[in-house]
């Protein structure tokens, strides 16, 4: 099913572990959220995932989306031994600094190989390309998660994985819109305010993610941008998501926001579920599995309808099951990629 049933509310949440508790059963049929998303206190074996995948669709009564961060390096979810460690992003962009075909072919074929991981599970959406710029004012939380410090390689790189992730069947989120990488802190622990002039940010920050504007589903970024509205991180400033994510990058996909149980947020989180939803974001994300939180954020949380109902579902309609692939081939061609010197 492409479209989300009647009743589902504009909401992703996480899950506390293993398996469903009776009240995540219990909550998940009252407030019917739009996707979940997984972290690894979800994860032991391949079975046992597949299992709560299954699990939550059951109870949601339709194909709902299943995220996951599976970017590579440090952040991802799914590790050995039963998945292998994927590189960060970093090494794709050194690559690339040296032979930009032989950068953008392995970060195609390394982004197919984690869809067929995750497709393999039931999961059809992974928290990748993060198009944040690698810069030196910015904190770690970024690091090697970014391709590089250059908006074109980044976007190029960037493209490139996205596609991966969509051949294999899994759609991918752009994140964090409109960039988190020239954040002075880390936004999971504190506010970042940004104070370089806007246009700056257009010619480096803003401009990374204005070539890949047609992504199905994006993320927002906690970060207060001073230039552009000093009071709101853009995940509750209508001026940055109307001005900057929906006018000048121009993205028209499906927009949720970073997770609202992150302390760069402030006031209650029935407050902050609905400041986000007022600054324009299409779906909610809540992500530590806490029910009180959860419960909070329901409360304001809306039912999908209007035009993010229908961003929502022109996302879920580029799903696709993917063709027969040889995966065995393409691990062989991307070690000889990787291998090679820079």
């Known amino acids: 099913m492409t479209f989300a049933p009647s009743g589902t509310r504009a909401l992703i949440v996480g899950l506390s572990g293993l398996r469903l ?101 039931g999961i059809d959406v992974d928290c990748l390309p993060v198009a944040d710029l690698r810069l030196p004012e ?19 790189l960037a493209s490139a994985a996205a596609r991966g992730l969509m051949e294999g069947g899994v759609l991918p ?16 622990e504190h506010l970042p305010t940004v104070t370089a002039s806007r246009s700056e940010l257009e010619a480096t920050d803003f401009a990374a993610f204005m070539s890949l504007n047609t992504l199905p589903l994006g993320m927002t970024a906690h970060v207060v941008y001073a230039a552009i509205d000093k009071h709101n991180p853009a995940t509750t400033s209508r001026v940055v ?15 949720m926001s970073d997770d609202l149980s992150m302390k760069a947020l402030s006031g ?40 993010a109902a229908e961003r929502a579902a022109r996302a879920l309609a580029r799903r696709i099951d993917p063709p027969a692939t040889d995966l065995d081939a393409i691990r062989d061609e991307l070690a000889v990629l990787l291998e090679q010197p820079v």
């Open 241 to 255: 998501l109307d001005d900057v994510v929906r006018g000048f990058i121009g993205f028209d996909g499906a927009l």
């Open 173 to 188: 989120v752009l994140k964090h819109i409109p960039g988190h990488g020239r954040a002075p802190a880390d936004s999971h």
């Open 21 to 121: 508790t009776e009240g995540e059963r219990d909550f998940l049929r009252a407030v019917r959220p739009w996707g979940l998303i997984l972290f690894a206190r979800n994860v032991d074996t391949p079975e046992q995932v597949a299992h709560l995948v299954a699990e939550g669709r059951e109870v949601l009564g339709w194909r709902a989306p299943v995220l996951i961060d599976q970017e590579g390096g440090r952040v991802q979810r799914l590790r050995p031994p039963f998945w292998i460690d994927y590189p960060p992003a970093e090494q794709f962009g050194a690559i690339y600094k040296a032979d930009k075909a032989r950068a953008l072919k392995a970060v195609h074929l390394n982004s197919r190989l984690i869809a067929a991981d995750l497709a393999a599970l």
């Open 268 to 307: 209650s989180f029935a407050e902050r579920a609905r400041a986000s939803i007022a600054a324009g974001c299409d779906l909610l994300l809540h992500c530590n599995g806490q029910m009180d939180e959860m419960r909070a954020v329901a409360s304001e949380s809306p039912l999908l309808a209007g035009a």
């Open 138 to 156: 910015g904190h770690g939380v970024i690091g090697n998660r970014a391709y590089g410090s250059e908006p074109s390689t980044v976007a190029a």
